[in-house]
């Protein structure tokens, strides 16, 4: 394995911990605050820090910001995906969701063949194939009848839309960029998502009562604009101009786990054991996809 291969997979492995962190906290919070109203707040938040960051490293480099429509088409996807997130997360709960994420995978590798012509290997398509079905699992909380009458819940519904917008983003980072840094191009990102969802989601700020949010609410604010945002987009698009879309995307299977690990820090319970065997399919399916 190659130096680039290996950091990548270690920016991927931080990347599934601290995306757990945003189910965890998201489930505390989602029903406090509107959607668009939070992840305008976080993306504005991460913007600054990124771009404090990017100055304080000897500025940008000329032509960071050329064709500028990269950036924007780039934050309408993930700003899709983190408004659905959090709406889905009113309704669904944290590991529900989570598995939902470990979808993710399957619709990564159909984008990344459409944009880039990755190919799927039949030992990769076997890794989603029993992911998905863990997923599933988790998802239908280990029920058969409800799987059977396919009875997804309206949370997990709306968040699996948002994962297919967050799908789409792994490859076209790497089809959009053209050299720039993983610091500059989440810069443009994080900022042209922070404009899209002030423009789009105006109502919803005007009229959140920012003074009286609870705890929680800022804390998951500053923990997504700085962990689930800043960190969480360096760490995707430095892992996705290293990795392929479907290895990149193999650590989703991940979340789930570390959910589990977040719900129970935060005083809540660990799942049944018969939704765990789930969660034990997709760690299967990881393993399955990491190997070369």
Known sequence: MTLAARSGHLAMLLFSVLVAGSFALGVLAANDIAPMALNAARFAIAAAIIGTVIVLRGGFP?????????????????ATYFVLMFEGLKTAPSVSAAAVFTLTPILSAGFGWVML???????????L?????????VIFRADVPA??????????????????????YTPLVRKLNRGESALVFTFGTLVAGAGVLT?????????????????????????????????????????ALRLPSSKVMAYTYLVPAWVIVWDVALGGTAPPVAVVAGIALTAVALVLLLRD
């Open 62 to 78: 000329a032509g960071s910001f050329a064709a500028p429509w990269r950036y924007l088409v780039l934050a309408v996807i993930f």
């Open 129 to 137: 194939f029993i992911g998905g079905l863990g997923a599933l699992w």
């Open 199 to 239: 423009v789009v989601g105006w109502s919803d700020i005007v009229a959140t009562d920012w003074r009286n949010l609870p705890a929680v609410v800022w804390l998951t604010i500053f923990y997504t604009a700085v962990f689930a945002s800043a960190a969480t987009f360096t760490l995707l698009q430095f892992a």
């Open 147 to 168: 799987i059977l009458r396919f009875e997804v819940g309206r949370g997990e519904l709306i968040y699996f839309w948002g994962c297919v917008s967050h799908a789409a």
């Open 117 to 127: 012509r990755q190919r799927l290997t039949g030992r990769m398509g076997f890794a």
